[in-house]
Every structure is written in structure tokens, then in C-alpha cells.
Antibody
Framework: QLQLQVSGPGLLKPSETLSLTCAVS??????????WGWVRQPPGKGLEWIGT???????YYNPSLKSRLTISVDTSRNQFSLKLSSVTAVDTATYYC???????????WGQGTLVTVSS | QSVLTQPPSVSAAPRQKVTISCSGS????????VSWYQQLPGTAPTLLIYDNDKRPSGMSDRFSGSKSGTSATLAITGLQTGDEAVYYC???????????FGGGTQLTVL
């Protein structure tokens, strides 16, 4: 059964770069049927789509984050990554990785990791 | 301010039926599929409904979805205390070129 596992630092200082990795197990990230996405959720708030990529490297970003965002894939390690630069307190959130089906819906989610931005 | 609009909360008694609305526009719900997610406290969201009205394999048939125009509805029948959660609708917005979500609806089973 496919599983997604997020890893990365939980505490950052303002202006630093947030870096997270999502490891995919139980199946290959190389699939013509699936995309792979990131979603975040500030404490006590709703869901916000960050971006999505295809195993070939094609990326699709939330316009509101695009200038600070890089999403990449490492097919040899069966994982994909998120980098968000110049973070501030508003980037404090639980970050989830998820399988994104044709941009219509997210059918499998990782457990999420809380990233706090604080001086 | 979410692109899709949901009521902040709904409530109903056990064994009753509840509906949760999700309102959007022609750039999202009106011309794209709607999905619904359940988020239990302290956990990741899980997919309840996709493509407006389809259930993932193994999902209870107590959950159903529908869409009409620029609005969608999630219905939950035979309410159980275990259904207490926050429910989100989602869609793709063709104008924004972005996946969008509603603000979430807290379901309380009285």
C-alpha cells in the first residue's frame, strides 16, 4: 500500500529556507497516472495548496507562493521535495504531501509535519 | 478568505442526516470537479468524495456528494459520534490555475 512520509526541520528563523522531503513507499513515483503535491495548513486554519509536480519534473505552483517556491523530484530515491525561501511567521503551518490525481483531488496524504517560523 | 465558501459549522443528532454546502464560481465548481475531505482532530485529511459524487474504494455509503451549477453538497446520513470532524471541499480554479479549498466546516454530532 502506497505511503507518503514527510521529513524536515520543524523550526526555522525568519528569512531562512524551508526544506521538506516526501518519501514515497509501496509504489513508484514514476507513474503516468499521478501527480504529487504539497498542501499546508496554518494552526487552526484551513487548507492551502502549495504546488504539484509530475515525475518528469513539470511543476505547477500556487501563484501566491510562486516567487519563493521550488518543488523538485528525485526519481532515484522515489521522493519529491519542497523549498520555500524567505519564510516568515505566516509560513508557520503543518505541511502535507499528497498524491494529486489529474489536479482534481488528493487521494492519499502523508502524515504532515509542523513547521514553525520564529526568531 | 477561501475561494470556496462553506458554513463554519453544522450540527445534528446521532442517526440523523446533515448536509454541508460548498459555494464557488464558474471558474472552479461550475466547470471542474469537486472533492470532499474529512479531517479528524490531529490527523491528515482523508478523501471522502471525488469527481463530484464518487466514493473511494472502501468509503462508507453514508457519505455522498452532489453538484449543481456553482455549488456542491456533501451529505452524511446515519450520523455517528465518530463523524465529528472538519470537512473541506476542494476543486481546481481555472482562472487562478490553482487547486482551491473551502474554509472548512466543523461537524458536531450532538
Amino acid at each position: 500500500q502506497l505511503q507518503l512520509q514527510v521529513s524536515g526541520p520543524g523550526l526555522l528563523k525568519p528569512s531562512e529556507t524551508l526544506s521538506l522531503t516526501c518519501a514515497v513507499s509501496g509504489g513508484s513515483i514514476i507513474s503516468s497516472d499521478y501527480y504529487w503535491g504539497w498542501v499546508r495548513q496554518p494552526p487552526g486554519k484551513g487548507l492551502e495548496w502549495i504546488g504539484t509536480l509530475y515525475y518528469s519534473g513539470s511543476t505547477y505552483y500556487n501563484p501566491s507562493l510562486k516567487s519563493r517556491l521550488t518543488i523538485s523530484v528525485d526519481t532515484s530515491r522515489n521522493q519529491f521535495s519542497l523549498k520555500l525561501s524567505s519564510v516568515t511567521a505566516v509560513d508557520t503551518a503543518t505541511y502535507y504531501c499528497a498524491r494529486h490525481i489529474k489536479f482534481w483531488y488528493f487521494d492519499l496524504w502523508g502524515q504532515g509535519t509542523l513547521v514553525t517560523v520564529s526568531s | 478568505q477561501s475561494v470556496l465558501t462553506q458554513p463554519p459549522s453544522v450540527s445534528a443528532a446521532p442517526r440523523q442526516k446533515v448536509t454541508i454546502s460548498c459555494s464557488g464560481s464558474s471558474s472552479n465548481i461550475g466547470n471542474n470537479y469537486v472533492s470532499w475531505y474529512q479531517q479528524l482532530p490531529g490527523t491528515a485529511p482523508t478523501l471522502l468524495i471525488y469527481d463530484n459524487d464518487k466514493r473511494p474504494s472502501g468509503m462508507s455509503d453514508r457519505f455522498s456528494g452532489s453538484k449543481s451549477g456553482t455549488s456542491a453538497t456533501l451529505a452524511i446520513t446515519g450520523l455517528q459520534t465518530g463523524d465529528e470532524a472538519v470537512y473541506y471541499c476542494g476543486s481546481w480554479d481555472s482562472s487562478l490555475s490553482a487547486a482551491v479549498f473551502g474554509g472548512g466546516t466543523q461537524l458536531t454530532v450532538l
